[in-house]
């Protein structure tokens, strides 16, 4: 195989953007009035990824531990604030729950992944960076489906709610069937997208390690161990959130849950 990955020049790079007009033409079409989000999404995209490039560009060129702990940090917290942010309303316990489920989950995740499976340094940058960015997005992705379906359940069915409280049903009965209907829902997109890999979609790692000359093969492990790992940490970050979290919205002393 071609060892290098062929470089796109900045005026063959700029091309791409004109794609956006066909997607910004067919929601014109469909009367979609989101054409100024497509836009301001592109362009955020477009500078947060710039941005990232130059600072991992400097991490890799000088390998520190506390940068690469540094970047880590930041990228969790930004992953908790994008699903507190998605969230209002939550009490602090239940923020405190997320928080801890993804920060937590997360982190034992990639420990494992680099240091048992690829059995590198979890301070190697060149691993820990891009490893934690899938685990942490697509966590961020999954805990802030959960807990919006959790919600939205909730709030369509506060009558109900309500007449089984005053019949007696505890808080724990009530709330249970809303958890679990939350983590189905939080955990399909993950499930779908494992049962058309490989057939439908070559996924976005396995593509990058291709197209820079590593072996399909070895790709292929890589994007198997990776996949598992992603669906593993939404499971326990999204139990974590859910199980836990619900239990803040209700008292030990009183049948009231406070929505």
Known sequence: MNGGIVEIQLQQFVLVYLLLLVAAAIMKKCQIDQT???????LRMSVQLVIAGFILTIIFENPHPQFTLAYLAAMTIFAI??????????????????????????LLAVLFFICVVVRESFFNPQYAIPLSGMIMGNTMNGVSLGIKTFRESLEGQQRKIGTL???????????LPFVRQAMETALLPTMNSMLGMGIVSLPGMMTGQILSGTMPGTAILYQIAM?????TVVCMACFGSLYFGYRTLYRKDTQIIEL
């Open 36 to 42: 100024k989000l497509l836009i301001v999404a592109s």
């Open 81 to 106: 604030f994008r699903v507190l942010s998605k969230n209002k309303g939550l009490n602090r316990r239940f923020q405190l729950v997320i928080a801890l489920s993804i920060a937590l989950s997360g």
């Open 165 to 175: 409280l005053s019949i007696g049903a505890s808080p724990q009965k009530i709330l």
């Open 227 to 231: 996949m598992i790992s992603i669906c």
